[in-house]
């Protein structure tokens, strides 16, 4: 036979619903040995509920975030059918770095992630830069993407300029942009504006014939252009399309080399 834990000699502490040693990991009300000092213990109770509602939240949000850049960079790989394993791809304005990461993985190409921030989410060959210059050599990168960033930046003339000199020779171009083209949209393309002026300046959104004249007069000539759907992103539902471009040869340096 076993000895019970408690000699039978010593009577137990009566069970209190409300006691501190009886109390376990049920919230509720606290009260001591000496069944004074009363203690609210569901504030305690919620805020441990909310915490675990707040990281399955972030978790839910890292999930759809991850999956949305593997959608954008299968959709690259489709449009890029010249970028082979072994290319050197420039994504500019990356963000999280998550499509880079995936496209990587996808064409085992070499993928440099370059934006405004100090570091990025995703392990990836990350590059911090100005907005303006790329931190990149000259003629060193076989394509250049530009997914929905190009209308953040404050001087699209010296930047296109800095992608015709790091580009190679053949190198192609690949933007992908919102397009203004209907009350709604502009509407949306207006939101957007406001909510990131702040952080990158003012957004200079354009009509598809407004982007292929100013990227045919940076040098650039499209070889392709093709609506997207506007429900890639039900939470900014726009107008989208993709442009596909070879810089014209004419005076870009990495054109040159």
């Known amino acids: 036979m076993f000895e019970p834990l408690v000699p039978v000699s010593q009577p137990s502490v009566p069970f209190h619903p409300y006691r501190s040693d009886h109390v376990g990991s049920t919230s509720g009300i606290f009260v001591d040995a000496d069944g004074d000092s009363i203690r609210d213990f569901a504030v305690g109770g919620q805020s441990g509920v909310l915490q675990g509602l707040g990281r399955r939240w972030r978790r839910e949000r ?45 064409i085992a190409a070499s993928v440099i992630g370059i934006d405004l921030d100090e570091t990025t989410e995703a392990l990836i ?34 930047l296109l300029s800095d992608v015709r000199r790091v580009l190679r020779a053949g190198g192609q171009v690949a933007v992908y942009e919102d397009i203004p083209e209907t009350g709604w949209d502009r509407t949306v393309c207006s939101i957007h504006n406001r909510m990131w002026r702040s952080r990158t300046g003012p957004c200079s959104f354009q009509t598809e014939a407004g982007w292929q004249r100013l990227f045919e007069s940076a040098g650039f000539q499209v070889i392709n252009t093709r609506s997207l759907s506007r429900w890639r992103n039900l939470a900014h539902p726009v107008s ?12 870009g340096e990495g054109a040159r080399e």
């Open 240 to 251: 989208r399309r993709l442009f596909m471009m070879e810089s014209d040869g004419a005076d």
């Open 62 to 106: 890292r999930r759809r975030k991850v999956g949305r850049s593997y959608d954008m960079a299968l959709e690259i790989t489709r449009s890029l059918p010249r970028i082979l394993p072994g290319s050197r791809v420039l994504d500019v304005g990356c963000g999280n770095g998550y499509i880079a990461h995936h496209l990587s993985a996808m």
């Open 125 to 158: 060959d990350y590059r911090s830069f100005d907005g303006t210059h790329f931190p990149i050599e000259t003629g060193s990168v076989d394509a250049v993407l530009f997914c929905y960033v190009l209308h953040h930046a404050q001087n699209l003339g010296t």
